[in-house]
C-alpha cells in the first residue's frame, strides 16, 4: 500500500513546502527571534523561525539552481537534460520531487503550483544568495566535515 511511487512518504510537493514558509515567517513575526528550534533535527545549531523558513527556501531553490558541479538536482541523472546545450536550461515544472535527490517526478507541467517556485527563487535572491553561493553553500554541505569548519 505505501511502496512503490508513494506520493506521501518522502517527496517534495512545492505547495505543501511553500505553505510551510509562509507560516514559519508570520510565526517568527509574532514570536521573533528569541523562539528558537533545533534545524536540521539533531543537529544541535537552534535558530528562530525565519532563520527556519529560509533555510527550506534555499533548499527548494537548490533543486532548480546549480549546484557546485554545475549539474540541476532538477534534472536527477538524465545526461540529456544535465549537459545538452539545448536541453539544460529548459528547466521544467514537476509535480513533485525526490526527498533525497530532488529530482522531478510525476508530471512535467506543473505550472500552477510548482511555479510557486518563482516566488522563492524571487524571496531568496532578494535576500542576497546568487547562485555561486548556492553552489558553495550546497559543496560544503556534502564535503566529509558537513559545512562544520
Sequence with gaps: MFGGNSNWR?????PMNFLIIESLR???????????VECPTASGRLHHLGEVADELCRRL????????EGRR?????????QEDVRFRDNVLFYEYFHG???????????????????LLLQQYIAAGATPTAVATQEAAELSPAGGKP
Design 10 to 14: 518522502g517527496p517534495i510537493w512545492m
Design 26 to 36: 508570520r510565526f517568527h513575526s509574532y514570536y521573533g527571534d528569541d523562539f528558537k
Design 61 to 68: 531553490c537548490g533543486i532548480f539552481l546549480r549546484n557546485g
Design 73 to 81: 538536482p532538477v534534472f536527477g541523472d538524465s545526461r540529456l537534460q
Design 100 to 118: 533525497d535527490t530532488g529530482r522531478g517526478l510525476g508530471a512535467s507541467h506543473q505550472t500552477g503550483w510548482t511555479a510557486l517556485i518563482a
